[in-house]
Every structure is written in structure tokens, then in C-alpha cells.
């Protein structure tokens, strides 16, 4: 398969980019965003996922091998071809995919054309296990909050007071913010039960 194309920008539509590699023009198909990293005239690398079916072979390119992963990985959910997995990457970065589907927001996905509410639950359903957490400088904070001790015990705090533990572990997120230094787990606590009063 062909990995990535490196050549000469030739030419640029709504939708594609031909890269000319020695004398050959190769059409990649490539989201708003990567098509805006490109100028015409100009050499270039585009990491690319080859599409193959019975009457095409098509060449998706990306901005960088994160994107081309996170291209392949969302087809192997149920339903999602490679034109609604390029939309995907079209309205989401690799990142707040991973946060979509890791955090179960369905509302973010139901953003991306062609994604209802079914569709979003399918994805997080069959891909939350395996999309791996967002490399970003804000994941090792929120991996920090995930992990900080004082957070499990919000939760069952709020679980034993009859809330569910998505609930539970929505409103302590919503109030990590405050947990600074040596965090008093009471207060929290209450100011998760306003979070929640008020939703």
C-alpha cells in the first residue's frame, strides 16, 4: 500500500490535491484542514491511507501519521466508511475525537455530518477501548485529575447518594478544577452536589 506520497504540489480543489512523484500525479483526498497546510507549487509529504474497492482505489491524505491513524482506526467501527471517517477528521482534530469518545460525548460527534445520535453511541461503544487517551498537554492534566485520590472518593460519596456513577463522575470533573494543593474532599463533594442540583 502506499504510505505517503512526497512531491511536488500540482494542483489544489475543494476536495483533493494532486502531488506529482517523479512524473506521476497522485490525487489525495484530504480534509479542509490538511488541503490549507499545502500551497500549490510547492514540495511536500502527505501520510496517505489507500482506500481499495471493487471499482476504485483511492488515496486519503493527512496532516500528520496521528490523523491517518485515528482515519483507519474510526473505519472499523460499524457503518463508517472512509468518506464519513474523513468528515469525522474534518470537523474533529485526533485529539478531541479521542476525547469524544473516551469521555462518551455523544454531542460532539453528532457534530460531524452523517453522525446521528445511534451512530456516535455505536462509535464510542466499539471504539472507547481501543482510541487511547489525547496526547495533548491538557490530557496529562486531566489524566492527573483522573487519577488524584480525592476523586474516587467524590464519586462514591455521590454514587451512595443515589446518583449514577456517570453522573457522579461527570460533576466531579466538572469541579476539578477547584481540588488545588491538598483538596478538601467535603467541600468538593458539596460543591459537586450544587453542580448536580443545578443541572
Known amino acids: 500500500m502506499i504510505a505517503y506520497v512526497r512531491g511536488?504540489?500540482?494542483?489544489?480543489?475543494?476536495?483533493?490535491?494532486?502531488?506529482?512523484?517523479?512524473?506521476?500525479?497522485?490525487?489525495?483526498?484530504?480534509?479542509?484542514?490538511?488541503?490549507?497546510?499545502?500551497?500549490?507549487?510547492?514540495?511536500?509529504?502527505?501520510?496517505?491511507?489507500?482506500?481499495v474497492r471493487e471499482d476504485s482505489m483511492t488515496l486519503f491524505g493527512f496532516v500528520d501519521e496521528d490523523e491517518k491513524s485515528c482515519f483507519e482506526l474510526v473505519q472499523t467501527a460499524s457503518g463508517v466508511g472512509p468518506k464519513l471517517a474523513q468528515a469525522v477528521l474534518s470537523v474533529l482534530s485526533p485529539?478531541?475525537?479521542?476525547?469524544?469518545?473516551?469521555?462518551?460525548?455523544?454531542?460532539?460527534?453528532?457534530?460531524?455530518?452523517?453522525?446521528?445520535?445511534?451512530?456516535?453511541?455505536?462509535?464510542?461503544?466499539?471504539?472507547?477501548?481501543?482510541?487511547?487517551?489525547?496526547?495533548?498537554?491538557a490530557t496529562s492534566q486531566a489524566a492527573r485529575v483522573a487519577q488524584a485520590p480525592w476523586r474516587d472518593q467524590v464519586v462514591q460519596g455521590l454514587v451512595g447518594l443515589g446518583w449514577s456513577t456517570k453522573e457522579a463522575e461527570k460533576a466531579t470533573d466538572a469541579v476539578a478544577e477547584h481540588a488545588q494543593g491538598t483538596p478538601d474532599v467535603g467541600a468538593l463533594l458539596r460543591a459537586a452536589l450544587q453542580h448536580l442540583s443545578r443541572g
Do not use: W, Y
Not at 476536495?15 to 510547492?42: I, K, Y
Not at 460532539?108 to 482510541?131: C, F, M, N, S, Y
Open 95 to 137: 485529539d478531541d475525537l479521542r476525547r469524544a469518545i473516551t469521555s462518551d460525548d455523544v454531542k460532539t460527534l453528532t457534530k460531524v455530518p452523517g453522525i446521528g445520535h445511534k451512530g456516535a453511541q455505536r462509535i464510542i461503544l466499539e471504539l472507547r477501548d481501543r482510541i487511547g487517551a489525547p496526547r495533548g498537554a
Open 8 to 51: 511536488q504540489v500540482t494542483g489544489i480543489t475543494l476536495n483533493s490535491a494532486v502531488v506529482d512523484v517523479a512524473g506521476v500525479g497522485f490525487q489525495v483526498m484530504c480534509s479542509p484542514g490538511t488541503l490549507a497546510t499545502l500551497r500549490e507549487g510547492h514540495e511536500a509529504t502527505v501520510p496517505t491511507s489507500m482506500v
